[in-house]
C-alpha cells in the first residue's frame, strides 16, 4: 500500500513539486520512497511513491520500478491479491522475474496483456505507468474504487496523486477554487463522492472500474471504462446452490486477501458484514492468532459490544476495543479532517479513525473489513421502492403488496416509509421533486442564498441518482449497481482509505472483487431480499456455521454508528465558536446556521446529520482556505 503522485509539464522539470506532494504522502507508505524523472520529447515526466511494505519488504520491490527494457516506467499503489498465479502464468509464457512483489507483476502482466491485463487482477489498485516509446502515459484505477486517484489536466501539462493535498502540491493545472455545486449538495443533501468532480474546481477523480491515458505530446486525456457492474442475465440456481457457491467465492476472497508478509487484523463491528469476515479468517485459518479491533459506544443504544464479544468468543480472537469520549473528538477533528481531504457524512468516521489508530498502535499493519456487503447482497433497510418495482413489472402485484406489508414490520422501519420508496420509484423528476419539498425537505434552506447560488449555476434542485445498468424486473439490483459506483460506497471507501493510511495500515474489502459482483447481482432479487423483508438473506445462509446464529438472526440494523447527538450536544459550545469562524463565502449565512444550531441546542429544532455538515464543512474550509 502506497502513495503515489506525478507531473507533466511541459514548461519545467516538476520534480521539486512532485516531492513536496510525496511529503504529504509520507503517511500513506513509511518505509520507502522513490522519485524519478524522465525526459521525453514533448518535456518532462516526474513519477513518485511512498511505500509501506506489505508484499516483498525487500530493495527488489522499490518503486518506481522499470521494466527490464526500460520501456515502461510504474507507480504504483495497493494490491494485487492473484500475484502468485498470474505470475506462474507470466512465467510459463516465458517471462522472468527479479522480485517477488506484486507491483512486478502489474508491470509485466501490463508488457504482455495491455489493458486487457485490468480484467485479471483480483485486488485494489490504483497506478500511472509511462510508457516512453509511445509518450503515453497510462492509469487504471480498481473496479470499486478502493484505491483512490485524483487529477488535473489543462494545456499546460498533468499532475496526478493519491489524495487531494499532495495534487494541489504540484501547483500547476487549473483552478483549485471551491466548487459551489459539489459543497451546495453536501451541505443541502448530504450527496458526496457521487462522481469524478471534487470540492475543488478542475480537479477530478478518476471513476473506478476506469482507465485513462495521457497523450504527452498532444497533451490529450482521454477516460475509459474497463468495468462496469451488470444485473443480467439472471442466473437461474436454486437458493441453496446459490448459497453454497456464494460461500465458495466469499472464502476463496479472503483467503487472497489474507497474503501478507506483515502483521494482519480485523476491523469488527458487530454487524454481520465484519462477523462474516472474522467467521471466514478463523475457518480459512483455525490455528493462526487472530486480533479484532472495535469501538463501543457504552451506555448508548448504539453500542455493539454484546455482538462483538458474542464474535470474539466464537472465534477465538484477541479483542481489542475502545471507547470515545466527546473530549476526544474536539481533540482530533482537525487532523481528521485534515486526513480525509474533504468533508465528510458523519461522526461514526472518527470511530473508523480511531480503530485504525488502535490497530496500528497494537502492530497491525493490514486489516480486513466488511465494506460493500450491504451494496452487493441487499443491505441497509433492504430497497423497499426498486424491489416493489420490479415485482410490479412482472405482474407480481399481490407479491408486491405482501412484500411491502413484511417490509415494514421489522425493527427501524414503517410502512409509510415503504409506500414512500415505492411511490418515488413511478414519479417523475417533476413530481418527485414536488414530493421531496412536500415531505419538509428544503433545497434552499435559510442558512444558503439561494440567489447567489443560482445566479453562479449552481443546480438546487434533489440529487436523484439513476443506475447505468437496469432492466425491467431488475430494478433493485440495478440500485445495487449503482451504489457501487455512485453515491453510498464511494463515500465509505473514501473514508476507509484515508482513516486507515493516515495511520500506515491497509484497509482490505473481500466482499468486493469482481467474481462476487457479477455472481450476487445477477441471481434472482428474492435470494437477497426476501419475501419477508429479510436483509442480506443469501449471505445469511452462506454464512451458516461460520457466524453465531444469533448474528445471523438479528432483526436490527445499527450500522457503524456512534451517539452522536450526545457527543456534539456535549460539545456544544465549542461547536458554537467553529461555525462563528467567518469563511466569507457569499452563499453561506452564518448568522442563520448559528441560529439554526442555538434551536437545536435549545430542543426546538430536531438533531439531524446537518449538524455535522456545518461543523465538518466550516472546519475544513477554514483550514483549506483560511476563514
Keep these: 500500500m502506497c502513495g503515489i503522485a506525478g507531473s507533466f509539464s511541459r514548461r519545467c522539470n516538476p520534480t521539486v513539486q512532485v516531492a513536496a506532494a510525496l511529503d504529504l504522502l509520507a503517511h500513506r507508505g513509511p518505509n520507502d520512497r522513490g522519485l524519478e524523472a524522465v525526459a521525453v520529447e514533448a518535456g518532462h515526466v516526474v513519477l513518485g511513491q511512498t511505500r509501506l511494505s506489505v508484499i516483498d519488504l525487500s530493495e527488489q520491490a522499490h518503486q518506481p520500478m522499470r521494466s527490464m527494457d526500460g520501456r515502461f516506467l510504474l507507480a504504483f499503489n495497493g494490491e494485487i491479491y492473484n500475484y502468485r498465479e498470474l505470475r506462474a502464468l507470466l512465467q510459463s509464457g516465458g517471462r522472468c522475474f527479479r522480485s517477488n512483489s506484486d507491483t512486478e507483476v502489474l508491470l509485466q502482466a501490463w508488457e504482455v496483456w495491455g489493458e486487457a491485463a485490468l480484467s485479471r487482477f483480483v485486488g485494489m489498485f490504483a497506478f500511472v505507468l509511462l510508457d516512453r516509446e509511445t509518450g503515453l502515459l497510462h492509469g487504471a484505477r480498481d473496479a470499486f474504487g478502493i484505491k483512490p486517484l485524483y487529477y488535473c489536466t489543462d494545456a499546460e501539462g498533468f499532475g496526478f496523486a493519491s489524495e487531494l493535498p499532495a495534487l494541489l502540491a504540484l501547483g500547476e493545472n487549473g483552478s483549485h477554487d471551491l466548487d459551489w455545486q459539489v459543497a451546495y449538495d453536501y451541505l443541502t443533501h448530504g450527496s458526496y463522492d457521487t462522481g469524478e468532480r471534487t470540492f475543488f474546481q478542475d480537479v477530478r ?142 461522526t461514526s468516521i472518527y470511530a473508523q479513525y480511531r480503530v485504525f489508530r488502535l490497530a496500528r498502535e497494537q502492530g497491525m499493519v493490514v486489516t480486513l473489513d466488511g465494506q460493500g456487503a450491504d451494496e452487493l447482497c441487499g443491505g441497509y433497510v433492504g430497497y423497499p421502492g426498486p424491489r416493489v418495482r420490479s415485482l410490479v413489472e412482472q405482474g407480481h402485484w399481490g407479491q408486491a403488496v405482501a412484500f411491502m406489508r413484511n417490509w415494514g414490520r421489522w425493527p427501524g422501519r414503517t410502512p409509510l416509509d415503504g409506500l414512500k420508496a415505492a411511490v418515488a420509484e413511478f414519479t417523475g423528476d417533476g413530481a418527485y421533486h414536488l414530493l421531496r419539498r412536500l415531505n419538509g425537505t428544503q433545497a434552499t434552506p435559510s442558512w444558503l442564498d439561494g440567489h447567489v447560488l443560482h445566479e453562479a449555476g449552481v443546480s438546487l434542485r434533489f440529487p436523484r441518482p439513476r443506475s447505468d445498468v437496469t432492466a425491467p424486473g431488475r430494478r433493485m439490483n440495478a440500485e445495487l449497481a449503482r451504489s457501487l459506483h455512485g453515491l453510498g460506497l464511494q463515500g465509505l471507501l473514501r473514508h476507509g482509505d484515508r482513516n486507515s493510511m493516515r495511520f500506515s495500515v491497509e484497509s482490505r474489502v473481500p466482499f468486493l472483487t469482481t467474481a462476487l459482483a457479477d455472481f450476487l447481482l445477477t441471481l434472482p432479487e428474492e435470494y437477497l431480499v426476501a419475501p419477508d423483508g429479510e436483509t442480506k438473506h443469501l449471505l445469511r445462509r452462506a454464512m451458516r456455521g461460520l457466524v453465531p446464529q444469533e448474528v445471523l438472526e438479528r432483526r436490527d440494523k445499527v450500522g457503524f454508528a456512534t451517539p452522536e447527538q450526545a457527543w456534539l450536544m456535549q460539545m456544544a459550545p465549542q461547536v458554537r465558536e467553529w461555525l462563528r469562524q467567518p469563511l466569507n463565502l457569499p452563499f453561506l449565512r452564518q448568522d442563520e446556521i448559528l441560529k439554526a444550531f442555538d434551536q437545536v441546542v435549545a430542543g426546538k429544532q430536531p438533531f439531524s446529520w446537518q449538524v455535522w455538515r456545518w461543523i465538518n464543512f466550516t472546519r475544513w474550509h477554514a483550514r483549506q482556505f483560511g476563514g
Design 205 to 346: 477523480a478518476v471513476p473506478p472500474g476506469h482507465r485513462f491515458c495521457y497523450d504527452v505530446s498532444r497533451r490529450r486525456f482521454t477516460l475509459k471504462s474497463w468495468w462496469q457492474p451488470k444485473v443480467t442475465p439472471v442466473q437461474r440456481l436454486g437458493l441453496d446452490e446459490a448459497a453454497q457457491e456464494f460461500r465458495r467465492l466469499l472464502l476463496d476472497s479472503v483467503r487472497l486477501h489474507l497474503r501478507s508478509d506483515v502483521p494482519l487484523g480485523a476491523a469488527l463491528s458487530g454487524g454481520l458484514d465484519s462477523s462474516a469476515i472474522v467467521g471466514c479468517i478463523r475457518h480459512l485459518e483455525p490455528d493462526a492468532p487472530l486480533h479484532t479491533f472495535s469501538f463501543i459506544a457504552s451506555g448508548s443504544t448504539v453500542s455493539e459490544e454484546r455482538w462483538v464479544d458474542l464474535v470474539n468468543d466464537r472465534a477465538g480472537a484477541v479483542a481489542h476495543k475502545l471507547e470515545i469520549a466527546p473530549r476526544e473528538l474536539a481533540a482530533d477533528l482537525d487532523d481528521m479532517i485534515a486526513a480525509q481531504g474533504e468533508p465528510f457524512g458523519s
